[in-house]
C-alpha cells in the first residue's frame, strides 16, 4: 500500500503525491497501453530536505511512488545524488549512498556527484568503494561565471573523464548553454571526448537537454555515429521531441529516465516558450481556483504521454518499446560492472 503521506505531499502541487481521479483516467486511456511490464528508470534523484523547498526524497518514497504511478510493474533505479542548497557535495553523496544501501534492490545502481576540483585519486576509491557505475555533474559547479552558457569540460574535469575511461563507467550529462545538445560547442566536444575516451559512456539526460522541439533532429546523425553516447527521456513532456528522437535515433541507446521524484512527480509540465522551456506547475504556480476543473497530472505522466503518443504516430515497435523501457538500461549497467571486475 503506498502511504498515506502521499496525499498531504503538497509541494507538488495540488493532489499532492496521490493518485487523482484526472490521473488514473490518463493512466487508463495514454498510458497502460504503452508502458512495459518492466521499468528502469535512468534518472532518480535522492536528497534531503532543502531549506524553504523541496521535502526530502528518500529511495522509500521513490519506490512508493513509483509503486503507484506505474501500477504492477517491476521498477528499478540509477540514483542521481544531486546537491541541495546548503549541503556539501560530500554530504550530498553520504546521504545518497545511505540511502541506496538501505532500500535498493540488486537492478537498482548509483552514481556519485562529482565537481570539478575533487582529485581524480579522490573520485576513483569513491566510486570503487561505494560500488557507483558513473558520475553526476552540474553546471552550477561551472568554473565559468555564467552557468547558463558553462561549455561541458568547466563543469566535468577531463581528469574524471579519465577516470571514466580507464573504469569504463558512465556520465550523466545534464547540458548547458541555450541550445543544448544543438549548440555547435556541446556536439563538438562530445564528439572528441567520447572519440578520445572510447571506453567511457556518455548519458545525455533530458534527450539532450531538448525540452523543446526542433534541436535533437539537428544532431541525431551525429550522435548516431557515437557508438558511446546515450539519450535519456527525462521530464521532456514535447511529442514532437520524441517524434524526432524514436524516428531517426539508435533505440538501443535510448533509455527511460523521469527526473522522480523531485521532478518527476511535479504536477504540471514543460512546455516550449519562446526560444526556452518553462515548467508550468512550479512550486508557487497559481493554477485556477477551479482547479477541479483543470487539475494538472504528474510530469511523469505528461512525459508519458508525450512518447505513447509519438510511439503511436511514428509506428514504434513493442520490442523497441520494452528495450527502452528495460534491456537498454540494464545491459550499460551490467556492461559496466561486468568491466569493475576484470579491472
Ligand atoms: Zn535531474
Not at 37 to 63: C, E, T, W, Y
Not at 178 to 192: L, Q, S, Y
Request: charged share 25%; net charge positive.
Amino acid at each position: 500500500m503506498v502511504k498515506k503521506s502521499l496525499s498531504k505531499a503538497k509541494y507538488w502541487g495540488p493532489g499532492g503525491l496521490a493518485m487523482t481521479p484526472t490521473d488514473r483516467e490518463i493512466f487508463r486511456e495514454e498510458i497502460d497501453w504503452f508502458l512495459p511490464r518492466k521499468v528502469f528508470d535512468i534518472h532518480v534523484h535522492l536528497h534531503a530536505k532543502v531549506k524553504n523547498g523541496s521535502p526530502a526524497v528518500s529511495m522509500r518514497l521513490v519506490k512508493d511512488f513509483q509503486k503507484m504511478v506505474f501500477p504492477g510493474r517491476r521498477c528499478a533505479n540509477l540514483v542521481l545524488p544531486v546537491p541541495p542548497e546548503g549541503h556539501t557535495v560530500e554530504q550530498v553523496n553520504r546521504l545518497a549512498m545511505r540511502e541506496f544501501r538501505k532500500d535498493s534492490t540488486a537492478d537498482d545502481a548509483i552514481l556519485m556527484f562529482v565537481e570539478p576540483s575533487m582529485s581524480a585519486e579522490y573520485v576513483r576509491e569513491e566510486l570503487i568503494k561505494n560500488n557507483a557505475v558513473g558520475l553526476k555533474v552540474y553546471m552550477i559547479y561551472s568554473t565559468v561565471k555564467d552557468k547558463a552558457k558553462a561549455p561541458i569540460r568547466s563543469f566535468l574535469a577531463e581528469k574524471h573523464i579519465k577516470v571514466m575511461d580507464e573504469l569504463g563507467m558512465m556520465v550523466m550529462l545534464h547540458l548547458s548553454k541555450p541550445k543544448a545538445i544543438a549548440d555547435p560547442a556541446n556536439i563538438r566536444d562530445i564528439e572528441v571526448l567520447s572519440k578520445r575516451y572510447a571506453n567511457s559512456k556518455w548519458v545525455l539526460a533530458h534527450c539532450g537537454r531538448c525540452f523543446r522541439p526542433g534541436l535533437f533532429e539537428k544532431v541525431v546523425d551525429r550522435l548516431n555515429a557515437l557508438p558511446n553516447v546515450y539519450v535519456e527521456t527525462a521530464a521532456v513532456c514535447e511529442p514532437l521531441v520524441f517524434m524526432e528522437v524514436f524516428k531517426n535515433f539508435d533505440l538501443s541507446r535510448l533509455m527511460f529516465g523521469t527526473d522522480g521524484v523531485s521532478f518527476g512527480g511535479m504536477r504540471g509540465r514543460y512546455v516550449e516558450t519562446g526560444l526556452f522551456w518553462s515548467l508550468v506547475g512550479r512550486p508557487g504556480f497559481q493554477w485556477r481556483a477551479d482547479f477541479l476543473l483543470t487539475q494538472p497530472t504528474f510530469v511523469v505522466y505528461e512525459q508519458l504521454r508525450a512518447m505513447s503518443r509519438a510511439a503511436r504516430l511514428v509506428g514504434l515497435g513493442k520490442r523497441d518499446i520494452r528495450n527502452i523501457f528495460w534491456n537498454n538500461a540494464i545491459r550499460l549497467i551490467r556492461s559496466i560492472r561486468q568491466a569493475q571486475k576484470t579491472v
